[in-house]
Structures are given as structure tokens and as C-alpha cells.
Nanobody, 124 residues
Framework: QVPVVESGGGSVQAGGSLRLSCVYSGSNYANKCVGWFRQVPGNKREQVAALFTGGGGTYYADSVKGRFTISQDYAKKTLYLQMNSLRPEDTAMYYC?????????????????WGQGTQVTVSS
């Protein structure tokens, strides 16, 4: 397993921005699906974005499309989620994770190496 550590969460007002980071340690970063998820207590976990670390493909949930951007620094094994035009409904614990595959849209393949999460709170 590859250790995963998220950071960058915080509290902002609606319309503000945050950038989350996820650092992967070890040698298992290449050619995988890496994704961002969020969850509110009592709610179903939601996948918000994903990309293929080898390049060439991204996925966004409709709820964040046009506002969030997923990107990476491949050399640093670091995944980012730039969140703009934040809304109160974006408030959640955000997690990064990875799985096998190159087609990174939701599938039956499970994500592994989950981070501890970073809290994002958006006030109106």
C-alpha cells in the first residue's frame, strides 16, 4: 500500500476558493486512477473527481463540474483539487484515494490507500 496524506482544508465563505493536496509516498503512483471523494456524516460518500496519473483523462461529478479542477505534479507524486466558487453544499470531509485502472470514471473497482481526510467548511 502507498501512504496517502491530504491537506489544505479549512473554512471559507461562499464564493471562495481552496486547494487541497494529496501526497503519495512509495513507488506505486504511476499509471493508476487517483480520485477525490467527499462525505458528510450520515450521507453517502460521493466521488467528485478523478484522473489517470499517466495522463489523458479526467472525471468530474456534475455537482462540481466547472468549479473544481483536478491536477497533479507527477514528479512530486502529489494530487491537487482546486475548488473555486465554493458553496455551502460543498461542506464535507474530503478524501483522496487510488485504484487500479486507466478509465477513471466510477466503476466496480475499489479505491484503496485512503487518506485520513481534510475538512472543508463553506459558510453562506
Amino acid at each position: 500500500q502507498v501512504p496517502v496524506v491530504e491537506s489544505g482544508g479549512g473554512s471559507v465563505q461562499a464564493g471562495g476558493s481552496l486547494r487541497l493536496s494529496c501526497v503519495y509516498s512509495g513507488s506505486n503512483y504511476a499509471n493508476k486512477c487517483v480520485g477525490w471523494f467527499r462525505q458528510v456524516p450520515g450521507n453517502k460518500r460521493e466521488q467528485v473527481a478523478a484522473l489517470f496519473t499517466g495522463g489523458g483523462g479526467t472525471y468530474y461529478a456534475d455537482s462540481v463540474k466547472g468549479r473544481f479542477t483536478i491536477s497533479q505534479d507527477y514528479a512530486k507524486k502529489t494530487l491537487y483539487l482546486q475548488m473555486n466558487s465554493l458553496r455551502p453544499e460543498d461542506t464535507a470531509m474530503y478524501y483522496c484515494a487510488d485504484r487500479l485502472g486507466s478509465w477513471c470514471h466510477p466503476s466496480s473497482l475499489p479505491y484503496t490507500n485512503w487518506g485520513q481526510g481534510t475538512q472543508v467548511t463553506v459558510s453562506s
